[in-house]
């Protein structure tokens, strides 16, 4: 096929659209600034209640959670209740670069994270580099591509779970670490920055798309140097590091010039964000505590073992069940808690037919508890201000259909985010309240932002607002092509 053009996608992962919007009205960010002004900047729907691992996922298959099933980094084995790593190979949809490579277009991808490596036939991709929470190792398509990167460029130092060099993973940060993630961070940016610049010089592409992750893990670290309202907020760090993200943003913002202008002028493209980024308030460590008093015929003896922050599953498996995976007290109720980011609570219904001790039967009476969970968690209060805890309860069943629908959570309980939550109460569950753990200062909220530029800047017709799963349809139509039997469409007025 003869590519009609080429194209030329930039992520800044969970770049913050409000932030940006006032950086480059401020004249802080001009290469951002020149975008917004030439094609208006719009709002890049997410998955609603959930975070990165399902934005990229959605990204990378242009499919909603309930089809490619990804929700977070662990998931729920089907017909268990563990909830182990989310890897390569529990994707069952391939890659839209991949669908593109097959149809004859030549791709070059960089470090989209959270995503399989596709069988590439004319291009190549590189995975887990330099991204925020590696799935796995660095690899890539042809396989020594990713040898030959780390060997010139070098490996990640802030990002890799497991080993020393992993301050993303930290919940709070010393001065002398915010010191040096922020010099790390910074010389990732330029590593980065001169791969891309040296594979895209390397020609041979109608589709390159490069992620940054910078812009995510500054965010999560420093969010509160941003909010003096913050309980963790240091007036004196800013006269210590500067003002972090601005100037992860604004090496950003000149690594999107510097790419933009060497892909020259016939060039068209799209830079985007995946989600947004607010403060980390949630009551994720209160949730399955406030569950557990929800559940009618729970053992009494059984009740009033949490605490300080550590769910009953926990203790029970440290003490009792070394190897039960905490099958055996999930097993015993109607609805638990399941790991997730802590922009959300999610909960899984124990249901008849599905887990291994089910006993909510599938049908009328788990639509009834459904309903009921949903209720409960929007009566919740904190007890200090009295303000309701849960913004919205997102159900699977009307946000997320689809062949992987069991494959997530039943239930997410969106948290607010405009205080933090010192406990949970409500009259069916008296007053939860322990020791709040300590979370990364910045968190995600849902939505990104999304910028075209060489498409022909028609904004009256440019819509406003698309979804994360509109980009891999949009990049397909700007080659020339479409992407079958996805969820996504290409966004009106960049096509
Ligand atoms: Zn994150
Ligand atoms: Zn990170």
Redesign the pocket.
Known sequence: MQAQSRVLVIGMD?ADRALLAQWAGEGRLPVIASLIERSGVGLLKSPPAL??DAAWASFATSLSPGRHGRYYHKHLEPGSYRTPWFRDHHFAHAPFWQTLSDAGHRVGVLDVPKCPLGRIRHGFQIADWLV?GRDGETRSVPEPLAADILHRFGDDDTDRPGSSEYICGLPSLSHETQRVFMKRLLAGLQQKREAASELLARGGWDLFLVVFKES?CVQ?HFWHLLDESHPAHDPHLIERLGNPILRVFHELDRAIGALIEQSGPDTKGIVFSDLGMTANYTADHLLDEALLRMEPDFPAMLRGLYRDGVRIEEKMRSRLLPQSERSFLRGMRRAYQVDHNEISGAIRINLAGREPSGRVLPGAERDALCKELAADLMELVDPDSGERAVDRVVVTDDAFPGERRDHLPDLFAVWRRDRPITGLASSKIGEVRVNTPEYRPGN?IENGFFVSFGCGEDTSHRATEASIQDIGPTIAALLGGALPDVDGEPIPGIV
Do not use: V
């Open positions: 969970s975070g990165d925020h995510h999560h995600h």
